[in-house]
């Protein structure tokens, strides 16, 4: 049987750093990184008819309905998303629905780990504030952490620019969304024996290794 891949995801309030260090995660374990965040900013970017839908949400920090989000990710495995070779999961699930459906479609292939990266809530204001992103790769700045040559992204030139739900209103709007519809989740996946909590503070490398140490304490790489 061909060795398979880990498949985690990466729980966190905004800010937390979920979109680095899944980025980070999936070159170390040589997976695909799979954030909706990013599928939804690639679509309003386009300005495909998913775009069009959830750009209004997206604006203002409220969740895209859970049937849109469902219907692109369920739509992304079924066209040959790697459940075999492993991938990591960023932003998704975000609500018990989600999580729910995420559980049906994995079906033998679960997942090995939850990752809750966490970071009061002061430090996330001040991360937000400041942070910078590629508009063309995801890739994450803060204006204390510039790109080496002005905007421009250091890993693919794209413009470096500040999110339009990074301002203080959608900021409020995230945090409190958060606590209502994701929170519920890490208890969800508590009760599975799947949920573990990392330490976000500190530097980028910092808590890669923090990750790191707690998936391969728990996978083999390799494994049949
Ligand atoms: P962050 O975690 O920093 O808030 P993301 O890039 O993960 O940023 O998500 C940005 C926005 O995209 C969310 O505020 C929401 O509007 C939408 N979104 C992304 N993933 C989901 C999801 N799983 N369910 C509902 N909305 C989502």
Request: with cysteine.
């Amino acid at each position: 049987m061909a060795a398979s891949g880990v498949r985690l995801v990466l729980l966190g309030k905004p800010g937390a750093g979920k979109g680095t260090q899944a980025a980070l995660l999936s070159q170390h374990y040589g997976v695909e990184h799979l954030s909706t965040g990013d599928v939804f900013r690639a679509a309003v970017a386009q300005g495909t008819s998913v775009g069009l839908e959830v750009q209004r949400y997206m604006d203002t920090g409220e969740l895209v309905p859970d049937e849109i989000v469902i219907r692109v990710v369920d739509e992304h495995f079924a066209a040959g998303g790697p459940l075999e070779a492993g991938f990591i999961l960023d932003g998704f699930p975000r609500t018990l629905v989600q999580a729910e459906e995420l559980e049906q479609v994995l079906a033998d292939h679960p997942l090995e780990l939850v990752l809750n990266i966490e970071v009061p809530t002061e430090a996330i204001l001040d991360r937000i504030a400041g942070r910078r992103v590629c508009v063309n790769c995801g890739a994450s700045y803060h204006v204390n952490k510039r790109p080496t040559v002005d905007w421009t992204c250091d890993v693919c030139g794209g413009d470096v620019v500040q999110r339009d739900d990074d301002t203080e209103a959608a900021v409020a709007t995230r945090l409190e969304v958060y606590d209502r519809q994701t929170v519920p989740i890490i208890d969800f996946y508590c009760n599975l024996g799947k949920l573990v909590a990392v330490d976000g503070v500190g530097d980028g490398d910092e808590v890669q290794e923090r990750l790191i140490k707690e998936v391969d304490g728990r996978f083999a790489p390799g494994r049949p």
